[in-house]
């Protein structure tokens, strides 16, 4: 049950000096910051800003070096970090390999009964899950495992509010991988919460949403809090400006493709059909940006999948390929291994000589990527200490540093901060320029404008193609829900 009144004075948290180093990391380096009963909070800031290491210290999960935290008028944190406090972590704190429900009963059985727990946490997954995503098809036994990313975040969410008593709530990047619609549900949810009176800290780089659903913006900077503002007075550029860095202009022109360019050898085929049922193919040509656009879950990541399993039944493709999944826990990094190692393994072949490794060409690549993206901890850190939009960028890196002619994107900037996502729509360019294929799925359909072509999915087929200054938004939404003929007319 939610707090229905205002029963405290002044804030609910007021973090003070906080400060927090992991080796010889400083994560967080001395922050001032208080949270209000009924608000919602945004945070902004770079990778690596330190975002999700304070997130940590208000949940009460890990203990800083010094300063303090002070949440209800308690500064220490029980066993299991302050109560009331819950949080939806960045990276999903959901174990694959169980059902929905065991993972809900896992994180909340201190409010379960004893008695037909199975039966109750089924129940109170549904229900909330229900109540906060309407008509989002997941059932209470469905492993998560067997969920597609999107779902996977939904249940996060659900399961972070499921509590007896939820006084802060705190959601880290909650809509990198949610459908357009997913998000709205969450943010009309976020507001009912916030008039019943429960605090909410939003995390994200999606500074449109961030304006839209919160009451005062916190900007963080190396490990502080650099300004505060109220929502109302400030403008995205303003917010853009605040975190640092300057604004990069990037060409959103995109193809302007001329017959001749249309006539290049094609890099990538797959067999379709249209919406109507005509055969139809998806084509790719060299130095070509293709988008694969449309709403999540039509069709995208199974176009970039059997491009990626290679030449067989009708696909073409070319063995030098590299691709870049969104989902990093689960196909993108190699948890094991450093960053030096992550993202060199795929360049390793070509930066031989006869066989024999360069590791001076090796370090020269490294130091190069983690220059130009700003993947904030070096070479020789584990890629598991690395912020997630900074692990993200690792993968990127990986695919552009190989020497692949075609590059899949399957939703490849989750978790990348403007200011890095601006100059990696640069890179994309750049290295279409120079004869690269680049075939791009994303959620956030304004990043196709970026594209030379796009073409908009439905269902697993193809509704319609857009090229150059045509893809909009509003064009891949009104194409994404055409009755079928007038789509593909
Ligand atoms: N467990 C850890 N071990 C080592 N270093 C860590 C650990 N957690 C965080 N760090 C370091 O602390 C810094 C802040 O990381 P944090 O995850 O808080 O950033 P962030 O602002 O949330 O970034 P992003 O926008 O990419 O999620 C980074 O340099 C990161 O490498």
Same mark, same amino acid.
């Given at each position: 049950?939610?707090?229905?009144?205002?029963?405290?004075?002044?804030?609910?948290?007021?973090?003070?000096?906080?400060?927090?180093?992991?080796?010889?990391?400083?994560?967080?380096?001395?922050?001032?910051?208080?949270?209000?009963?009924?608000?919602?909070?945004?945070?902004?800031?770079?990778?690596?800003?330190?975002?999700?290491?304070?997130?940590?210290?208000?949940?009460?999960?890990?203990?800083?070096?010094?300063?303090?935290?002070?949440?209800?008028?308690?500064?220490?944190?029980?066993?299991?970090?302050?109560?009331?406090?819950?949080?939806?972590?960045?990276?999903?704190?959901?174990?694959?390999?169980?059902?929905?429900?065991?993972?809900?009963?896992?994180?909340?059985?201190?409010?379960?009964?004893?008695?037909?727990?199975?039966?109750?946490?089924?129940?109170?997954?549904?229900?909330?899950?229900?109540?906060?995503?309407?008509?989002?098809?997941?059932?209470?036994?469905?492993?998560?495992?067997?969920?597609?990313?999107?779902?996977?975040?939904?249940?996060?969410?659900?399961?972070?509010?499921?509590?007896?008593?939820?006084?802060?709530?705190?959601?880290?990047?909650?809509?990198?991988?949610?459908?357009?619609?997913?998000?709205?549900?969450?943010?009309?949810?976020?507001?009912?919460?916030?008039?019943?009176?429960?605090?909410?800290?939003?995390?994200?780089?999606?500074?449109?949403?961030?304006?839209?659903?919160?009451?005062?913006?916190?900007?963080?900077?190396?490990?502080?809090?650099?300004?505060?503002?109220?929502?109302?007075?400030?403008? =995205?550029?303003?917010? #853009?400006? &605040?975190?640092? @860095? $300057? /604004? %990069?202009?990037?060409?959103?022109?995109? +193809?302007?493709?001329?017959?001749?360019?249309?006539?290049?050898?094609?890099?990538?085929?797959?067999?379709?059909?249209?919406?109507?049922? =005509?055969?139809?193919? #998806?084509? &790719?040509?060299? @130095? $070509? /940006? %293709?988008?694969?656009?449309?709403?999540? +879950?039509?069709?995208?990541?199974?176009?970039?999948?059997?491009?990626?399993?290679?030449?067989?039944?009708?696909?073409?493709?070319?063995?030098?390929?590299?691709?870049?999944?969104?989902?990093?826990?689960?196909?993108?990094?190699?948890?094991?291994?450093?960053?030096?190692?992550?993202?060199?393994?795929?360049?390793?072949?070509?930066?031989?000589?006869?066989?024999?490794?360069?590791?001076?060409?090796?370090?020269?690549?490294?130091?190069?990527?983690?220059?130009?993206?700003?993947?904030?901890?070096?070479?020789?850190?584990?890629?598991?200490?690395?912020?997630?939009?900074?692990?993200?960028?690792?993968?990127?890196?990986?695919?552009?540093?190989?020497?692949?002619?075609?590059?899949?994107?399957?939703?490849?900037?989750?978790?990348?901060?403007?200011?890095?996502?601006?100059?990696?729509?640069?890179?994309?360019?750049?290295?279409?320029?120079?004869?690269?294929?680049?075939?791009?799925?994303?959620?956030?359909?304004?990043?196709?404008?970026?594209?030379?072509?796009?073409?908009?999915?439905?269902?697993?087929?193809?509704?319609?193609?857009?090229?150059?200054?045509?893809?909009?938004?509003?064009?891949?939404?009104?194409?994404?829900?055409?009755?079928?003929?007038?789509?593909?007319?």
């Amino acid at each position: 049950m939610m707090n229905k009144k205002v029963t405290d004075r002044g804030p609910l948290v007021r973090v003070s000096h906080a400060v927090k180093t992991y080796g010889p990391t400083t994560a967080l380096s001395g922050v001032n910051l208080h949270v209000n009963s009924g608000e919602v909070l945004g945070i902004v800031g770079h990778n690596g800003a330190g975002k999700s290491t304070l997130m940590r210290m208000l949940c009460g999960i890990e203990s800083l070096d010094s300063g303090s935290i002070d949440f209800a008028g308690m500064s220490t944190r029980g066993r299991n970090g302050f109560p009331d406090v819950r949080m939806a972590y960045q990276e999903g704190s959901l174990a694959l390999e169980l059902s929905v429900k065991d993972n809900i009963f896992m994180s909340s059985s201190r409010w379960m009964p004893r008695l037909h727990w199975h039966r109750f946490a089924a129940d109170r997954a549904s229900a909330r899950l229900n109540e906060i995503f309407p008509e989002n098809g997941i059932k209470p036994a469905d492993f998560v495992d067997d969920l597609p990313i999107s779902d996977r975040q939904m249940v996060e969410i659900a399961r972070a509010t499921i509590t007896d008593k939820l006084r802060l709530l705190i959601l880290d990047e909650p809509t990198e991988s949610l459908g357009r619609e997913a998000v709205e549900q969450l943010y009309t949810y976020v507001r009912k919460l916030r008039d019943q009176n429960v605090a909410i800290v939003l995390v994200s780089h999606r500074l449109r949403e961030i304006l839209s659903v919160c009451t005062r913006i916190a900007v963080m900077k190396d490990g502080a809090v650099s300004s505060i503002c109220n929502a109302e007075d400030v403008t =995205e550029r303003d917010l #853009f400006l &605040a975190m640092g @860095g $300057e /604004v %990069v202009a990037v060409d959103a022109s995109g +193809g302007h493709q001329s017959a001749n360019e249309a006539n290049r050898p094609v890099a990538a085929r797959v067999p379709m059909e249209t919406v109507d049922g =005509e055969p139809a193919e #998806f084509i &790719a040509r060299e @130095g $070509e /940006v %293709v988008g694969l656009a449309g709403i999540a +879950g039509q069709g995208q990541e199974r176009v970039l999948e059997r491009l990626w399993r290679g030449a067989r039944n009708d696909v073409e493709i070319g063995l030098k390929r590299a691709y870049v999944p969104g989902d990093r826990q689960r196909s993108g990094i190699l948890p094991l291994w450093n960053v030096a190692s992550n993202l060199t393994i795929s360049a390793l072949a070509g930066l031989s000589r006869r066989g024999i490794r360069q590791t001076d060409r090796e370090g020269e690549l490294v130091a190069n990527w983690i220059d130009r993206l700003k993947i904030r901890g070096g070479a020789a850190a584990a890629i598991t200490g690395l912020s997630g939009g900074n692990q993200q960028k690792v993968i990127v890196a990986r695919a552009f540093a190989s020497d692949a002619k075609t590059i899949l994107l399957d939703d490849p900037f989750r978790g990348v901060d403007i200011h890095t996502k601006a100059e990696l729509y640069q890179l994309i360019r750049t290295e279409a320029e120079k004869g690269r294929t680049i075939i791009w799925y994303s959620s956030e359909n304004s990043e196709m404008q970026h594209c030379d072509r796009a073409y908009v999915l439905r269902a697993n087929k193809i509704a319609g193609q857009l090229q150059g200054a045509q893809i909009t938004d509003e064009r891949i939404i009104a194409m994404s829900f055409a009755e079928a003929k007038d789509a593909a007319a």
